[in-house]
């Protein structure tokens, strides 16, 4: 088995081996994983954050030795935590940092990252701080940055920066943490999910106090909750129907 590791600030994760194939997820500067398969052109990769798989081109790739892969999961995680950043490889040529990249073990990237980081596990009160940063970042779906996020990425980052793994998927990150009875139990930082009119599951956002929630519809913002779901005031009416309430921390 191959193995690689994000060089680059950014890489789409395609469903299938072409430009032209749906993002349904991305792999940020510093990230790791398993390559499945690989041709001459692309490779089927599982990033081992949160075992999402999808196809990347080799070009994209910065391959990496079974022993260095081994290092990288051993290693606690340092993330990230400013809007933008800036890392320098050795011919002197800059590299964008987005916010919540990897920076596991630079000496295999070759490069200097500037900029905060985060390592370890953080506290509760973190979490809605965090969240505060993606405020007005755009809805892209398959998006995991500050310029452009699906509601699930936005949840998966916040929670990753202060050292929690999330699913990639709502109905994934569903299936985590405790469950809650009302919404009166929850504390800033708890999840609130959301589903359809066929009962699937498809949208998540982070709770926070006095009854708000952050989560991502258009762009990241700030509307009510209550026991129907969000009530979106720009809309006058509710956007999203609550189906469960889950505690991770």
Request: neutral net charge; contains cysteine; hydrophobic residues 35%.
């Amino acid at each position: 088995m191959q193995y690689g590791i994000c060089p680059l600030s950014v890489i789409p994760l395609r469903i299938s081996p072409e430009e032209a194939s749906e993002m349904t997820s991305q792999v940020l500067f510093g990230e790791h994983f398993k390559i499945l398969e690989s041709r001459k052109y692309w490779s089927k990769i599982r990033v081992s954050s949160d075992k999402c798989e999808g196809w990347v081109p080799n070009n994209q790739v910065h391959f990496i030795t079974k022993e260095e892969f081994i290092l990288i999961e051993e290693k606690q995680p340092i993330f990230a935590t400013d809007l933008l950043s800036f890392a320098e490889h050795p011919n002197g040529t800059p590299i964008s940092i987005i916010l919540g990249s990897s920076i596991p073990l630079t000496k295999i990237l070759k490069v200097t990252v500037e900029g905060n980081k985060t390592e370890g596990k953080q506290t509760k009160k973190h979490i809605i701080n965090t969240a505060l940063k993606y405020l007005n970042a755009p809805e892209l779906k398959g998006g995991k940055t500050p310029f452009g996020i699906d509601a699930s990425g936005f949840a998966q980052m916040v929670y990753k920066i202060n050292g929690y793994n999330l699913l990639r998927t709502a109905q994934e990150q569903a299936r985590q943490g405790e469950a809650l009875s009302f919404i009166e139990e929850c504390e800033p930082g708890d999840l609130a999910f959301f589903d359809d009119s066929y009962g699937h599951i498809n949208h998540v956002g982070i709770v926070m106090k006095n009854n708000f929630i952050i989560h991502v519809n258009g762009m990241v913002r700030i509307d009510r909750i209550d026991h129907t779901g969000i009530f979106n005031y720009d809309l006058r009416n509710y956007s999203h129907q609550l189906r469960v309430l889950k505690r991770i921390l």
